[in-house]
């Protein structure tokens, strides 16, 4: 167990400017979150896959992000024309599906942190 | 909108003191979870506790559920300075998203 990883760590991008986000999860998790966090704010749901299913997508997901995970395995998160309001942290999570009803605890990768210039 | 909301949104305390935070939510759940955050680094996961449970413990978390008062409160005994962060309750939509609330930054002074 490696633990989530996303890359890069940090991105600096200038307004207008497309960037992408990777998120590798645990081996053995079917389940994949993207969360958005500002500073001194909990995290904001994005958008979740189980397998390549994308499942949820939150109704404040402008048209101009777009998750894919094509074969199950990573993710990746696109922002096109990046605006200056898209400044976060962009969290990657993954889980085992749920058991009895009830659903796995989150493992969190350490974050994109996006700026947005 | 975010249903959980963490009580109070900021606490210090002096090591070896316990600290307790709060978290109302406004749904049904079906379970609720507590996550902590060091600073620039992701979430870890504490503990779950279920819709059919009152109280749960491990090691020095100790964590209630109401459901009747739609509340949480988690309680982290003999704190040590190791112990600041943020801390996050989260609640699941039957089996959907997770929803985080604000959390609360707790401070733990040497």
């Known amino acids: 167990d490696t633990g989530v990883s996303q890359n890069p760590r940090h991105k600096i991008t200038k307004r207008g400017q497309n960037v992408t986000f990777r998120c590798d999860p645990i081996?053995?998790?079917?389940?994949l979150y993207w969360y958005r966090q500002t500073l001194g704010q909990g995290p904001e749901f994005l958008t979740y896959?189980?397998?390549?299913?994308?499942?949820?997508k939150s109704r404040l997901l402008s048209d101009r992000f777009s998750a894919e995970r094509p074969k199950g395995s990573f993710s990746t998160l696109e922002i096109q024309r990046t605006e200056q309001g898209d400044s976060a942290m962009y969290l990657c999570?993954?889980?085992?599906?749920?058991?009895?009803?009830?659903?796995?605890?989150?493992?969190f990768g350490n974050g994109t942190r996006l700026t947005v210039t | 909108s975010q249903q959980g909301e963490e009580d109070p949104q900021a606490l210090s305390i002096q090591e070896g003191e316990n600290a307790t935070m709060n978290c109302s939510y406004k749904t049904s759940i079906n379970n609720l979870q507590w996550y902590r955050q060091n600073s620039g680094r992701g979430l870890v996961h504490l503990i779950l506790?279920?819709?059919?449970?009152r109280e749960k413990h491990s090691g020095r978390l100790r964590v209630t559920l109401d459901t009747s008062k739609k509340s949480s409160s988690l309680l982290i005994t003999a704190s040590r300075a190791a112990d600041t962060a943020s801390y996050f309750c989260a609640t699941d939509n039957y089996g959907q998203n997770f929803v985080f609330g604000p959390g609360t930054r707790l401070s733990v002074l040497p």
């Open positions: 506790i279920r819709s059919n449970e």
């Open positions: 896959f189980q397998n390549e299913a994308q499942l949820e």
């Open positions: 999570a993954s889980s085992l599906p749920p058991t009895d009803y009830y659903n796995s605890p989150l493992h």
């Open positions: 081996s053995e998790h079917n389940r």
